[in-house]
C-alpha cells in the first residue's frame, strides 16, 4: 500500500524499523471522554490513517484510553482488509483506566499487574490482533504499586509474545533507570517540541546510552505549531476541545507562541515546505530521537508534516529558531541539539 520511499530508523534494539514520522491517534478517539479533542467522524478518521499509509508511514501510536477504547477500535477498522505485507505496526499504551460509568472523568494511572494484563487483552481485542508490535505503560501509576511491579510485568508480556517490544512513557531517567536493571527498557515516549524541551536535557542522553528508541508526541504542541492557529481559531474550539480551557492557548502564551510561529515561516520558506514540517523536522535533528508521533484528523493534513521524515534542518536554521526562542521566552529547555 504504501510507497516505502520514506526514511526509516532502528527503534533502539527492538529489532522494528520505523519511518521518522508515525501517525498518532489520539484525536481520533473522538468525543466524549476526558482528554477529547472534540467530535471526530470516524470515516474521516479511517480515510486520514489509510492516506498516511499511502503516503509510506509504517507506525501507528495509539492508546486504550484514547476515547476510552474508541481508537483502537478505528485503527483495527481502517487496517481490515490490508495485506499482511503492507500493514503497518501498531503501538499502544496501559495503565489510564476509564470509569465507563463516568467516561468523561479523568482516568486513574493505575499499575496493578492483573489490571495491566486486562487492559493489555482488551486492547488486542479492540485492535484485532495477536500481538501489538509495542506496548508502553502510558504514565507513572499514582496506586502505589512499585515499578518494579509493573515493568516486571511488561517484561513477562515481552517474554511471553503477547508484545514484540516495550517501553515507557512519561518517566524520567531516575524510573528509566531502576526499569532498566530489570530488563532492556526498548523505548522510551516523551513530549518534545519547540515548546517542551526538557526531555533533551537527560533523557535522550540517556536513551543514546542505553540503545533506547525515542519515540516523541505532540512536536507540533498540539496543533499550537501548526501555522494554521490564532486567538479567533482558539475561540472557536468545540467546548468539548480539552485544548479550549488550556493555558497554553491563551493570553501571553498564545501570543508568544505565535510570534515563534512566525520565525517558523521564514525557515519553511527556505526549504519549500509547510510550518508542521518545520516543528517535526526539528525534533528529529536531536540525538537519540527514532520518530515522532503526529496527529492528523483529515488526509489534507498530512502533506503539511509529511515532508520532516526527510528534512534535515541547516546549522543556520537551528541558529534561527534559537534566537527566536530566546527573543520570545517560550517553554523551557535545551534550544538547540547538543554537538
Not at 278 to 297: N, S
Not at 319 to 337: K, S, Y
Request: glycine share 10%.
Amino acid at each position: 500500500m504504501g510507497t516505502g520511499g520514506l526514511t526509516k530508523a532502528d527503534l533502539g534494539t527492538s529489532g522494528l524499523a520505523i519511518t521518522r514520522v508515525g501517525f498518532g491517534a489520539w484525536a481520533i478517539g473522538g468525543g466524549g471522554w476526558h482528554f477529547t479533542w472534540g467530535a471526530q467522524d470516524d470515516r474521516d478518521s479511517v480515510a486520514t490513517i489509510r492516506a498516511s499509509l499511502e503516503a509510506g508511514i509504517n507506525w501507528i501510536d495509539t492508546a486504550a484510553v484514547y476515547g476510552n477504547g474508541h481508537s483502537e477500535q478505528v485503527v483495527a477498522r481502517a487496517l481490515r482488509g490490508v495485506p499482511d505485507a503492507d500493514r503497518p505496526f501498531v503501538f499502544t499504551k496501559g495503565g489510564l483506566v476509564w470509569d465507563p460509568e463516568r467516561p468523561t472523568a479523568r482516568p486513574r494511572k493505575l499499575g496493578d499487574p492483573a489490571n495491566l494484563r486486562r487492559e493489555l487483552e482488551a486492547s488486542l481485542a479492540r485492535l484485532e490482533v495477536e500481538r501489538v508490535d509495542l506496548y508502553q505503560m502510558h504514565w507513572p501509576p499514582d496506586d502505589g504499586t512499585p515499578l518494579a511491579a509493573y515493568w516486571e510485568t511488561l517484561l513477562d508480556l515481552r517474554r511471553e509474545g503477547k508484545v514484540r517490544a516495550i517501553g515507557l512513557s512519561n518517566h524520567d531517567v531516575a524510573q528509566l533507570e531502576e526499569a532498566e536493571t530489570l530488563g532492556h527498557v526498548d523505548t522510551v515516549q516523551p513530549p518534545f517540541s519547540l515548546l517542551e524541551r526538557a526531555a533533551a536535557e537527560e533523557l535522550l542522553p540517556w536513551c543514546v546510552a542505553h540503545d533506547t528508541g525515542v519515540i516523541v508526541y505532540s512536536p507540533m504542541a498540539s496543533g499550537l505549531l501548526t501555522g494554521t492557529f490564532s486567538a479567533e481559531r482558539v475561540a472557536a474550539l468545540d467546548p468539548d476541545d480539552w485544548r479550549a480551557s488550556d493555558p497554553a492557548f491563551t493570553g501571553e502564551r498564545l501570543s508568544s507562541t505565535l510570534r515563534l510561529v512566525e520565525v517558523m515561516r521564514g525557515v519553511a520558506a527556505r526549504h519549500d515546505v509547510e510550518v508542521p514540517a518545520v516543528a517535526v523536522a526539528w525534533t528529529l535533528g536531536f540525538p537519540g530521537v527514532t520518530g515522532a508521533i503526529v496527529g492528523a484528523r483529515h488526509p489534507d493534513q498530512i502533506a503539511g508534516w509529511l515532508p520532516a521524515a526527510d528534512l534535515r534542518l541547516e546549522a543556520d536554521d537551528l541558529e534561527h529558531l534559537a534566537a527566536a526562542i530566546g527573543t520570545t521566552g517560550v517553554g523551557t529547555g535545551p534550544p538547540l541539539p547538543a554537538r
